[in-house]
């Protein structure tokens, strides 16, 4: 019975895709490295990387040849051709042979993207494959044939003879395999040749004796038998004859490929190990339930303690398979960044430090776009061109440094360049033209550099390919709160810009802290929390027209009372009998006054979209232990409500709301 391989297919695109990855980002260095021997340091790349990029492009041609995708194969053929000029020392690499490899990256990776989704090929396809081939030094390439160009079998189809080299084993190779996937393609006929066998006594189970001698009865594609036999070429003596004539089956729509993680191994072990801990400790409790008697309670008591411990360490083993390091974003983003800088004539060196940072897999994927529009802003805004650097005194390149590190529970990235920095007087004036800022108003520079998230503002005196429209920081913001997190901006004029984003681990269990409010439950992630305190009725002001402010050690917050803002009333009659929660988001604080804080717990995360609108001021909702419903609290729209100047007309006086527990009164 043959195999399926199409159940190969998910596992083949992620891997032949990480070789990809692992072609342009090697490419890349190697254009840095050139670019800078240009600028007169002493540098050469190391020959390796021209190995690990020919490498992967072979392995990429092999597996595609072995589950049928000839396309791919062709393609990583020419590509691997040229690589082998390049490596054996017949054609000098230079920019001009980076770029055209780096565009023959671009197409390969649109040509598994397409297979992956069972779409037409890419039209780049046919002519990024000729440039290649025209690049290739000495006669013309040999290639597989074209589907343009097929040599096709006749009625009777093919005579094939395999005979693998006795070290065919030793570079991981199954004959069987490839027997397999020929049988995929039609009824074969298959007598093995045991010519070569030896006696007994002489056998070596490490050599490959046997040879196969194939008929294929089935009209098939010259290149679709050869690519059966195109990851072990060089490996084997092979013939391939034609019997008769008739025309190729046309390919068939590849399945798409299911969402996947990869899971090393050791993960998969801790996980089963603790599952196998838990079913001792259910069995434990079941008999300790059968007849039990109140001298069993110490007993008892422990049990559930040891099922406490068991599921607290599987909760986290199993979050811990959901995390992946933060490089899989991190590595599409020097190419991203080569292509701007090259669009608008700028010289840009991108450092990455961090990149095995481990986050949740949903935030890796929703953290992109935001990481992009980053770069695209800090190349197109913040770092100059080549002369400018130079008459500031700089070197003609700029430099663009993404670091992530984990700190007090979250995650944080930042994007720092070392270009002009803001401008704030010219974005200060942009905001008093659209009326974002009343004329002749002093405002801090925070405050100004704030201005830049607003949707729709920008600087740009044009609209280019890269920016202008005034979309992208106001994408960047909104992203991030939509995952919980916030983001910053700090800058020295001539120095450059810093853009801090601050995430969580993860969207589905978080740390919190229990606040009562009344007769009301809500829980504010810990991860917020600067500190708590109580104070006394003298530290507190309002001035005229202004929200209420908190002295905390010379240092002034807004204070805002969460039973006036979710129309609750509050059980503490003053402000010394209850807590105020110091809470930090986007770099500002502000202070939240509650009745008491009851305790620490974990809690699982339940959005309330499918079921409400969204709410200012909340993010989600738990299940407590006694089944109750608490509401999770939105630090950084909380912050941002506090800062509001129309703060204190939405903070009425309490005598002025209605007592019962109703909706939020944020809007």
């Given at each position: 019975?043959?195999?399926?391989?199409?159940?190969?297919?998910?596992?083949?695109?992620?891997?032949?895709?990480?070789?990809?990855?692992?072609?342009?980002?090697?490419?890349?260095?190697?254009?840095?490295?050139?670019?800078?021997?240009?600028?007169?340091?002493?540098?050469?790349?190391?020959?390796?990387?021209?190995?690990?990029?020919?490498?992967?492009?072979?392995?990429?041609?092999?597996?595609?040849?072995?589950?049928?995708?000839?396309?791919?194969?062709?393609?990583?053929?020419?590509?691997?051709s040229?690589l082998d000029?390049?490596?054996?020392?017949?054609?000098?690499?230079?920019?001009?042979?980076?770029?055209?490899?780096?565009?023959?990256?671009?197409?390969?990776?649109?040509?598994i993207?397409?297979?992956?989704?069972?779409?037409?090929?890419?039209?780049?396809?046919?002519?990024?494959?000729?440039?290649?081939?025209?690049?290739?030094?000495?006669?013309?390439?040999?290639?597989?044939?074209?589907r343009?160009?097929?040599?096709?079998?006749?009625?009777?189809?093919?005579?094939?003879?395999?005979?693998?080299?006795?070290?065919?084993?030793?570079?991981?190779?199954?004959?069987?395999?490839?027997?397999?996937?020929?049988?995929?393609?039609?009824?074969?006929?298959?007598?093995?040749?045991?010519?070569?066998?030896?006696?007994?006594?002489?056998?070596?189970?490490?050599?490959?004796?046997?040879?196969?001698?194939?008929?294929?009865a089935?009209?098939?594609?010259?290149?679709?038998?050869?690519?059966?036999?195109?990851?072990?070429?060089?490996?084997?003596?092979?013939?391939?004859?034609l019997?008769?004539?008739?025309?190729?089956?046309?390919?068939?729509?590849?399945?798409?490929?299911a969402?996947?993680?990869?899971?090393?191994?050791?993960?998969?072990?801790?996980?089963?190990?603790?599952?196998?801990?838990?079913?001792?400790?259910?069995?434990?409790?079941?008999?300790?339930?059968?007849?039990?008697?109140?001298?069993?309670?110490?007993?008892?008591r422990?049990?559930?303690?040891?099922?406490?411990?068991?599921?607290?360490?599987?909760?986290?083993?199993?979050?811990?398979?959901?995390?992946?390091?933060?490089?899989?974003?991190?590595?599409?983003?020097?190419?991203?960044?080569?292509?701007?800088?090259?669009?608008?004539?700028?010289?840009?060196?991108?450092?990455?430090?961090?990149e095995?940072?481990?986050?949740?897999?949903?935030?890796?994927?929703?953290?992109?776009?935001?990481?992009?529009?980053?770069?695209?802003?800090?190349?197109?805004?913040?770092?100059?061109?080549?002369?400018?650097?130079?008459?500031?005194?700089?070197?003609?390149?700029?430099?663009?440094?993404?670091?992530?590190?984990?700190?007090?529970?979250?995650?944080?990235?930042?994007?720092?360049?070392?270009?002009?920095?803001?401008?704030?007087?010219?974005?200060?004036?942009?905001?008093?033209?659209?009326?974002?800022?009343?004329?002749?108003?002093?405002?801090?520079?925070?405050?100004?550099?704030?201005?830049?998230?607003?949707?729709?503002?920008?600087?740009?005196?044009?609209?280019?390919?890269?920016?202008?429209?005034?979309?992208?920081?106001?994408?960047?913001?909104?992203?991030?709160?939509?995952?919980?997190?916030?983001?910053e901006?700090?800058?020295?004029?001539?120095?450059?810009?810093?853009?801090?984003?601050?995430?969580?681990?993860?969207?589905?269990?978080?740390?919190?802290?229990?606040?009562?409010?009344?007769s009301?439950?809500?829980?504010?992630?810990?991860?917020?929390?600067?500190?708590?305190?109580?104070?006394?009725?003298?530290?507190?002001?309002?001035?005229?027209?202004?929200?209420?402010?908190?002295?905390?050690?010379?240092?002034y917050?807004?204070?805002?009372?969460?039973?006036?803002?979710?129309?609750?009333?509050?059980?503490?009659?003053?402000?010394?009998?209850?807590?105020?929660?110091?809470?930090?988001?986007?770099?500002?604080?502000?202070?939240?006054?509650?009745?008491?804080?009851?305790?620490?717990?974990?809690?699982?995360?339940?959005?309330?979209?499918?079921?409400?609108?969204?709410?200012?001021?909340?993010?989600?909702?738990?299940?407590?232990?006694?089944?109750?419903?608490?509401?999770?609290?939105?630090?950084?729209?909380?912050?941002?409500?506090?800062?509001?100047p129309?703060?204190?007309?939405?903070?009425?006086?309490?005598?002025?709301?209605?007592?019962?527990?109703?909706?939020?009164?944020?809007?």
């Amino acid at each position: 019975m043959a195999i399926d391989l199409r159940r190969f297919h998910p596992t083949f695109f992620e891997e032949s895709l990480e070789g990809v990855a692992v072609m342009e980002t090697e490419l890349l260095e190697i254009e840095r490295i050139l670019l800078r021997s240009n600028e007169g340091v002493a540098a050469e790349f190391d020959p390796e990387r021209l190995n690990r990029i020919f490498r992967s492009a072979h392995s990429i041609k092999g597996g595609s040849g072995t589950f049928g995708f000839n396309q791919i194969a062709e393609f990583s053929h020419a590509l691997e051709s040229l690589l082998d000029d390049s490596r054996s020392g017949r054609r000098t690499i230079d920019a001009a042979t980076v770029g055209v490899l780096l565009r023959a990256v671009d197409c390969l990776r649109g040509l598994i993207d397409a297979a992956r989704r069972g779409e037409p090929i890419p039209a780049c396809a046919d002519s990024v494959r000729a440039e290649l081939e025209r690049m290739q030094v000495g006669a013309a390439a040999t290639h597989l044939p074209s589907r343009a160009e097929p040599v096709r079998g006749t009625d009777g189809g093919w005579q094939i003879s395999f005979r693998p080299r006795e070290r065919f084993f030793h570079t991981g190779n199954d004959p069987l395999r490839l027997l397999r996937a020929l049988a995929e393609l039609g009824p074969v006929s298959i007598r093995a040749d045991l010519s070569r066998l030896p006696d007994w006594s002489e056998l070596d189970a490490e050599r490959c004796y046997l040879a196969w001698e194939m008929s294929l009865a089935k009209p098939v594609a010259r290149h679709a038998v050869d690519e059966v036999f195109a990851w072990v070429a060089g490996e084997c003596d092979l013939e391939i004859q034609l019997l008769a004539h008739a025309p190729a089956d046309s390919p068939k729509a590849e399945d798409r490929a299911a969402s996947s993680i990869r899971v090393a191994t050791a993960k998969v072990d801790s996980l089963v190990d603790i599952v196998g801990e838990l079913v001792i400790t259910q069995t434990m409790l079941s008999q300790l339930a059968e007849g039990f008697t109140p001298e069993r309670l110490a007993r008892l008591r422990a049990g559930i303690a040891q099922l406490e411990r068991h599921t607290r360490d599987l909760q986290d083993a199993v979050l811990g398979i959901r995390m992946l390091p933060i490089g899989f974003v991190f590595s599409r983003l020097p190419r991203l960044a080569r292509d701007i800088a090259g669009a608008l004539g700028k010289q840009v060196e991108l450092e990455i430090n961090g990149e095995r940072t481990e986050l949740d897999k949903t935030i890796i994927e929703r953290v992109s776009d935001p990481l992009i529009h980053l770069v695209r802003n800090s190349i197109d805004h913040g770092i100059e061109p080549p002369e400018e650097r130079v008459k500031a005194g700089k070197a003609p390149h700029g430099t663009l440094r993404l670091t992530a590190y984990h700190k007090s529970g979250n995650v944080v990235i930042e994007a720092e360049d070392d270009g002009r920095g803001l401008n704030r007087p010219r974005i200060l004036q942009k905001a008093r033209e659209r009326g974002l800022v009343p004329p002749d108003t002093q405002i801090e520079s925070a405050q100004i550099d704030d201005l830049i998230f607003l949707p729709g503002f920008s600087t740009a005196e044009t609209v280019n390919d890269v920016s202008g429209r005034g979309v992208g920081l106001d994408v960047v913001r909104s992203n991030i709160r939509s995952l919980g997190g916030g983001v910053e901006v700090s800058s020295v004029s001539g120095r450059g810009t810093r853009f801090t984003i601050r995430l969580p681990l993860t969207l589905a269990i978080v740390d919190g802290m229990s606040l009562r409010v009344g007769s009301e439950t809500y829980i504010l992630p810990l991860a917020w929390i600067a500190e708590t305190l109580r104070v006394r009725a003298e530290c507190v002001s309002q001035p005229a027209g202004s929200p209420e402010i908190i002295a905390v050690r010379g240092d002034y917050l807004p204070l805002l009372r969460l039973d006036r803002l979710f129309n609750v009333r509050a059980r503490a009659a003053s402000l010394s009998e209850g807590i105020v929660v110091i809470v930090e988001a986007d770099g500002r604080r502000a202070g939240l006054f509650v009745d008491e804080l009851l305790d620490q717990q974990q809690v699982v995360l339940k959005s309330l979209e499918p079921h409400c609108d969204r709410l200012e001021g909340i993010s989600a909702a738990t299940i407590l232990g006694d089944g109750t419903v608490a509401l999770i609290l939105d630090a950084g729209s909380l912050v941002r409500h506090a800062h509001n100047p129309m703060f204190a007309m939405a903070n009425p006086p309490s005598s002025d709301l209605s007592q019962g527990a109703g909706a939020p009164a944020l809007h």
